[in-house]
């Protein structure tokens, strides 16, 4: 398993800001993610956070928006830019740890972000 | 704390009975598939996963059900305990890995005392 820790947990913040989450991982890991949860809504992969390289973005969400590093193989970091309300929800860290048979996923418990 | 999942279909069971959850998967090619468990305030916590070959698997007090033919998965939870409750979500992937999930709707599931 891996412990993941995010920062902030939560945090409220004004339109137009720009607010970068942290994700930090107690074992190095090949493969980190980030997902969204909008308000009473399920979870949306954002993008993919590859080390040493651009992040992969789902379809919906770009690099401008959402700019995430990868500097080494326990951290992560995405940034929300030019927030609006719709930005209001909480974003998730995830690692894959290869097991036998299957990878799993470890979710970090979150950051819930709010804009006003 | 504030709720996730406050538009969520819901389940509610008395405490000591079993319960099912069930989730309509979207792609026929999906080769595995995760149970999660979510507590308010907290991040996804990992239940159970199967393969698309298995059509079974159990855990601790827990089952999941896979039926291809209809794309239907379901989580059975044997002698429901008051910490049970919170919203679950099943989960698919293309491959036997955990990279690039889709989640399912969610249910939240409440136990009564």
């Known amino acids: 398993s891996a412990v993941i820790s995010q920062k902030p947990s939560r945090d409220i913040c004004q339109r137009g800001t720009s607010l970068t989450i942290q994700c930090q991982v107690d074992?190095?890991?090949?493969?980190m993610f980030w997902y969204r949860q909008q308000p009473g809504q399920s979870l949306t992969l954002i993008a993919t956070?590859?080390?040493?390289?651009?992040?992969?973005?789902e379809s919906g969400f770009v690099i401008d928006k959402f700019p995430i590093s990868r500097p080494n193989l326990t951290f992560s970091t995405l940034t929300v830019s030019n927030m609006s309300p719709e930005d209001s929800s909480i974003y998730l860290c995830?690692?894959?740890?290869?097991?036998?048979?299957?990878?799993?996923?470890?979710f970090g418990q979150g950051t819930r972000l709010t804009v006003v | 704390g504030e709720n996730v999942g406050l538009h969520l279909p819901t389940l509610s069971v008395q405490e000591g009975d079993n319960s099912i959850i069930n989730c309509a998967y979207s792609?026929?090619?999906?080769?595995?598939f995760i149970w999660y468990k979510q507590e308010s305030g907290k991040g996804p916590q990992f239940i159970i996963d199967?393969?698309?070959?298995?059509d079974k698997r159990q855990g601790q007090r827990v089952t999941v059900l896979l039926n291809k033919t209809v794309k239907h998965l379901s989580l059975q939870i044997a002698a429901t305990q008051p910490g049970d409750s919170a919203v679950y979500f099943c989960?698919?992937?293309?491959?036997?890995?955990?990279?690039?999930?889709?989640f399912g709707q969610g249910t939240r599931l409440t136990i009564n005392p």
């Open positions: 074992s190095q890991v090949t493969m």
């Open positions: 199967i393969r698309s070959n298995m």
């Open positions: 956070a590859n080390q040493g390289s651009e992040a992969t973005y």
């Open positions: 995830s690692v894959g740890i290869s097991g036998h048979p299957n990878t799993e996923a470890f």
């Open positions: 792609n026929s090619a999906s080769d595995y």
């Open positions: 989960a698919e992937n293309l491959s036997q890995g955990a990279q690039k999930l889709v």
